[in-house]
């Protein structure tokens, strides 16, 4: 089994007009992928701070979901300044000494309303390509052991109160753990793979923070032996509780009052594959439009894989979509109020950009009392 990451692919298509880039010079708003100097930095490896701010300040609107950029070269020299860090609540511990923390009784239930959700920094603008440090805070990503004893990232998931992560079923059992390892860690706080600080213009985050899994809870219903990979959704609990900070905080569940409808856009995040075919080592984030459900079960029949009304289709643009977004990881929104909820979780697609071809992903508001019991009885 390939574990399903992001796609962030996009159309190479758009109408110049005149701009100024970061250094002053008159140039054309194109697509990213249309600009040889700035496409050229993602072949650097770490992808420095510096460079992923200059994209940020390149940014010069959008053509659909196509990220736009004043095209020019990058500075010829780095800045010599010292990034500062901001002041900001203290960082859980990266570890309990593989001891178990106890078990408090507000971890029952999901994150309460006026603590999750919340977006740090109310003056970003949404819908690019880059997060910033503190972006989306409540992203994971969860770590198998292997059979060499090394630990690799393959899925992802959300901190939903101080002791839990929502995920997929996919990625706590079955093929996982016969191909890749037994799940043993979960990272909160990552924005920079390849980075152990990371830092942008003149703010440095903490670094990630390392929990111990103490167990996971797939859906029973879930099988890999069904292709339409029905009941795609699980709990992690982590053996310790996590301190909530700028860079490590829940997201909401949804109500289960509001409705999604076709169009409505919605956002994935990881740190899947670019156009290029290659990993991010940044935290990347997609707009996507929700996909009508009738066209989408007519043409994943076609597969063999029969959808249910717990599942959601998203994406589905000619190479403007994330149909293998991270698995496990979230399909956000943002609500009027400005707070943001997991809507559903990434569980699979067909390959990847296909024009008419959604992602697949299991609803969270069908499970809400599926995860409020799971959460009662597994916090013992």
């Not at 050229?40 to 736009?68: D, I, T, W």
């Not at 979960?186 to 929990?211: H, I």
């Amino acid at each position: 089994m390939k574990i399903q990451i992001v796609c962030f692919m996009f159309l190479w298509s758009y109408a110049h007009s005149s701009c100024v880039t970061p250094l002053g010079a008159t140039s054309e708003c194109v697509s990213l992928y249309d600009c040889a100097p700035l496409l050229a930095s993602f072949e650097q490896r770490p992808l420095p701070s510096h460079v992923v701010s200059f994209l940020r300040q390149s940014s010069c609107g959008f053509e659909g979901y196509v990220p736009q950029v004043c095209c020019g070269p990058l500075p010829a020299q780095t800045s010599t300044s010292t990034p500062r860090p901001r002041p900001r609540p203290t960082r859980p511990p990266n570890n309990n000494n593989g001891q178990r923390s106890p078990v408090e009784a507000e971890d029952s239930s999901p994150a309460p309303s006026d603590v999750c959700g919340i977006d740090t920094q109310g003056d970003r603008i949404y819908g690019g390509q880059f997060t910033d440090l503190d972006e989306f805070p409540w992203m994971a990503l969860m770590g198998y052991r292997t059979p060499s004893g090394s630990i690799t990232y393959q899925c992802g998931g959300v901190l939903i109160n101080r002791r839990y992560i929502l995920t997929a079923a996919h990625c706590v059992t079955g093929a996982i753990t016969r191909e890749v390892g037994t799940l043993v860690t979960v990272r909160l706080g990552e924005y920079d793979l390849q980075s152990e600080t990371d830092c942008m213009n003149d703010s440095c985050a903490d670094p990630p923070v390392e929990v111990p899994v103490d167990s996971s809870h797939p859906h029973s219903g879930y099988s890999d032996s069904n292709s339409d990979k029905r009941d795609d959704i699980a709990l992690v609990r982590l053996a310790q509780r996590v301190k909530y900070s700028y860079y490590v905080q829940p997201i909401c569940l949804p109500d289960g009052r509001s409705r999604l409808t076709v169009g409505n856009d919605v956002f994935v995040a990881g740190w899947g594959k670019t156009l290029n075919g290659r990993n991010s080592p940044v935290k990347l984030k997609l707009k996507v439009p929700i996909f009508e459900k009738e066209n989408c079960i007519k043409k994943y029949r076609t597969l063999g894989a029969e959808l249910t009304s717990n599942q959601i289709c998203a994406g589905g643009k000619f190479a403007e979509d994330a149909c293998r977004g991270d698995s496990g990881g979230p399909l956000m929104r943002a609500k009027n109020n400005g707070v943001w909820e997991s809507v559903a979780v990434v569980s699979f697609g067909y390959g990847c950009g296909r024009d008419g071809w959604p992602g697949v992903y299991t609803s969270t508001a069908n499970y809400l009392d599926w995860i409020r019991s799971t959460l009662q009885s597994t916090n013992v």
